[in-house]
């Protein structure tokens, strides 16, 4: 059951559906196929002829687990009431209200003198709009009816309480709601087939990526590794799936095996740091604590908890080993192929690092002992600093203002030469420099040169600031090298095209050597809009329909509808997550933007579900916006972000799951509980996993072509406004220069005679959109 439900969650994430081996397919429809085809379709999905034969072979028990897996991934079962009922109607409430209400509430003796005061107006025009005649006048008027269950009490003449699920004042919810409008959905997503064959070959393909895992990629690994087992012709190629691969032996209690894997001590400090952190990635100690205490910050003084979460980071990151843990690691790095110098120079670069995990280890006691030899002598040449660092004798280079000496010691090193190629170009001069890289382009892996010509122009224009990614997720905008400015625009643009022609002439001879006997081609148009996916990894989880970065939704109607929802599993407690929308202007060249949020519920084109500040018990809460694009297309909007962010002190919540609907239908809204979720509709969703992350962009609406563009904007802020208007720009200009997959593929055609068709029956070769969402796009690197 267990191994069922894991291959049914990564198979819905490459719109799939999972039937085991031991479910023949029939042809006569079964009673129970199309019960099921019917729930699938109530929550937006289509099936394949040669899904639907499947599923009649399939037993009733394995019908309830699909039903039941999928409406764990769409959340159906938890609270999806927001704060205001029937919200698509403003409750007319101000920041006044809100001030009166702290008044009454700091000075409690004034309320006594409430009852004097009795705005019946409000309750008459609402009931009148509603058609409701006969209603109990006199109930609104009761003063401990005004005292709600969170403790405030609320004036008359404020806010109308009838419209609200809570407390208008403090955001805290007392009433659930379940979905109610279902099948509002006009455009299905179509689920084809996945049994364990095609389920191998995506664990396979995972395993040889040459590029790394998105988080969602990742956790489809996980789900698998129990399952299957790594093929002999499979190459494991990136160092952090790897680490997995590492785990799940290690789970199974295989020590063998996962010590076969490591290859360097910098293999071991990340499996080692994975296990104490859950990072792939080797996030320095300080790196860690200093973005914890940015996340407790708060604009409130008073409320500002970074220096006690500092503590708690510093106290969460020691280290303490058992001792047959200690021995297992003085094993694995006594084993070590390499020699004590050269391992000392790969443990350099973390060598604060080292010196705390050597001590907890008690790496020292076991070298002592017999057999540990090779320990030994790799801790005494660390200690005493008895090797060269490679990047010491580049630096020193640079410092002498060697040149020869610069490119002498890239060439050592191809892949590093990549990275630095740019900085040389302006530092050594383009000529020399292209003309060493080209003696060892050949060494260079194909993702990098990829990398290398996208990247081009963007660098070589004076103008404007670069997008970097930093080791945390978050987005920064850096300068330009300030070594561009000392040359002219000719000479920048010898530059960019001596990198592109170099590249582009490497590239073409990669595909001219890889054998292939295809006659024709198939290549999605979509493709030609989607980037490459090298450097920009998703760091949430995309538990169907995992999309790249970049990837284009034209939208089926005229309404979007964004959502949030948090709280799954958690206790009852104050828990501030934050839904937003970000419109922005351009008009004469100069950005400007207006916010839809918690602060200012309707905008131009937006209006929202009011903000809920604190969490129910265990199913958590929900908060909408309404987008209306014909709105903003009248008022001149060039783009709407769509921005999630947590208030509270601490990162974005657990679990904690965003996402957009859009339909040709009128989505409805529930006059009663003002749910408005609805499965059928929903175009994209992800997943919140990482754990430091503090603010979210997960999509632009590009408001004139009527699409929306996912993205993936992590970013430091309290709130929606700190993200950077120029850092989201800035990673628009980049998505733009990248090499698109249909490019990539487009240019593969040319180089290797291939014919374009338009017929996926007629092509030797389809690429499509579920040829790219399942990872093969790597199969082009190698």
Not at 158 to 163: A, S, V
Not at 175 to 183: L, N
Not at 222 to 250: C, G
Request: charged content about 20%; glycine content about 4%; aromatic content about 10%.
């Amino acid at each position: 059951m267990e191994k069922t439900t894991a291959l049914l969650k990564v198979a819905l994430r490459q719109n799939a559906l999972y039937i085991p081996d031991s479910m023949a397919s029939q042809r006569a429809i079964q009673p129970g196929t199309l019960e099921l085809v019917a729930a699938l379709r109530k929550h937006g999905f289509g099936v394949t002829e040669s899904l639907l034969h499947a599923i009649n072979g399939t037993n009733s028990e394995h019908r309830q687990l699909i039903v039941r897996t999928i409406n764990e991934i769409l959340n159906v079962k938890l609270n999806w009431a927001p704060l205001i009922k029937n919200w698509e109607v403003p409750t007319g409430e101000s920041a006044i209200d809100h001030i009166i209400t702290a008044f009454y509430n700091q000075y409690p003796d004034l309320i006594k003198y409430d009852d004097y005061i009795c705005y019946w107006y409000d309750y008459d025009d609402y009931y009148e709009a509603m058609g409701i005649e006969n209603y109990n006048r006199e109930y609104f008027t009761h003063k401990h009816e005004r005292f709600l269950a969170c403790g405030h009490y609320i004036p008359y003449g404020t806010f109308p309480l009838w419209r609200y699920n809570g407390c208008p004042f403090c955001g805290t919810p007392f009433e659930s709601g379940k979905i109610e409008h279902t099948e509002q959905g006009s455009k299905l997503k179509i689920l084809d087939l996945w049994r364990e064959a095609e389920a191998n070959t995506y664990y396979q393909n995972l395993l040889a990526s040459k590029t790394a895992l998105d988080a969602t990629q990742s956790n489809s690994l996980k789900l698998l590794l129990p399952y299957f087992s790594v093929a002999k012709e499979t190459t494991i190629q990136m160092k952090e799936t790897l680490i997995l691969v590492v785990n799940s032996y290690l789970s199974q209690g295989k020590e063998t095996e996962a010590s076969a894997c490591f290859h360097t001590p910098t293999d071991i400090l990340r499996y080692l740091w994975y296990k104490k952190t859950g990072f792939l990635q080797i996030v320095p100690p300080k790196t860690i604590v200093a973005k914890n205490m940015k996340n407790h910050q708060h604009i409130m003084r008073q409320l500002d908890k970074s220096e006690q979460a500092k503590t708690e980071a510093q106290q969460a990151l020691k280290l303490k080993y058992s001792r047959s843990e200690c021995a297992t690691v003085a094993r694995w790095l006594n084993n070590l192929p390499l020699s004590a110098e050269k391992s000392c120079e790969l443990m350099h670069p973390k060598r604060e690092m080292w010196v705390r995990f050597i001590r907890a280890l008690r790496l020292a006691e076991y070298s002592k002992k017999k057999g540990f030899e090779n320990l030994a002598t790799l801790l005494d040449t660390f200690y005493h600093q008895k090797y060269e660092v490679w990047q010491g004798k580049l630096q020193q280079a640079y410092l002498n203002v060697d040149t020869d000496a610069v490119l002498v010691h890239l060439k050592e090193r191809p892949s590093q030469f990549a990275r630095s190629l740019f900085a040389t170009m302006l530092w050594v001069g383009a000529d020399d420099t292209i003309a060493a890289f080209k003696e060892v382009i050949d060494q260079v892996p194909m993702r990098l040169l990829f990398t290398l010509n996208s990247y081009a122009d963007l660098y070589f224009t004076p103008q404007g600031t670069r997008p970097i990614k930093i080791i945390t997720g978050d987005y920064v905008d850096a300068p330009k090298n300030q070594w561009v400015i000392g040359y002219n625009e000719e000479q920048l643009a010898q530059m960019k095209t001596a990198v592109e022609d170099l590249c582009l002439w490497t590239i073409r001879r990669k595909f001219a050597a890889q054998p292939n006997s295809h006659k024709t081609i198939f290549i999605d148009e979509q493709l030609y809009n989607i980037p490459l996916p090298i450097g920009d990894r998703s760091t949430t989880i995309h538990d169907f329909n995992a999309t790249l970065m970049g990837t284009r939704f034209p939208l089926e109607g005229n309404e979007i509808r964004l959502f949030m929802q948090w709280g799954k599993d958690l206790p009852a407690q104050h828990l501030d997550m934050d839904l937003s929308c970000h419109i922005i202007f351009e008009e004469e060249c100069r950005m400007e933007n207006e916010m839809c949020f918690f602060g200012r519920l309707t905008a131009t084109g937006c209006q929202h579900s009011g903000d809920i500040r604190s969490i129910p018990n265990k199913v958590g809460t929900a908060e909408y916006i309404n987008i209306d694009v014909n709105a903003l297309r009248q008022k001149k909007a060039k783009y709407a972000a769509f921005i999630c962010n947590a208030y509270s002190n601490g990162a974005l919540s657990p679990n904690l799951v965003v996402g957009w609907m859009d339909s040709k239908h009128k989505m409805k809204v529930s006059e009663r509980t003002g749910v408005a979720y609805d499965p059928s509709a929903v175009i994209h969703q992800v997943r919140i996993t990482q754990s430091l992350q503090k603010g979210l962009l997960f999509g632009i609406l590009d408001v004139e072509n009527k699409e929306i563009i996912w993205l993936e904007v992590p970013f430091q802020g309290q709130v929606a406004n700190d993200l950077s208007l120029e850092t989201v720009k800035a990673l628009l200009s980049k998505l733009q220069s990248k090499t698109t997959i249909g490019n990539l593929l487009a240019l593969k055609a040319e180089v290797q005679n291939l014919e374009l068709v338009t017929n996926k029956s007629l092509a030797d070769e389809v690429y499509d959109l579920q040829w790219a969402s399942q990872g093969k796009v790597n199969e082009l690197f190698l």
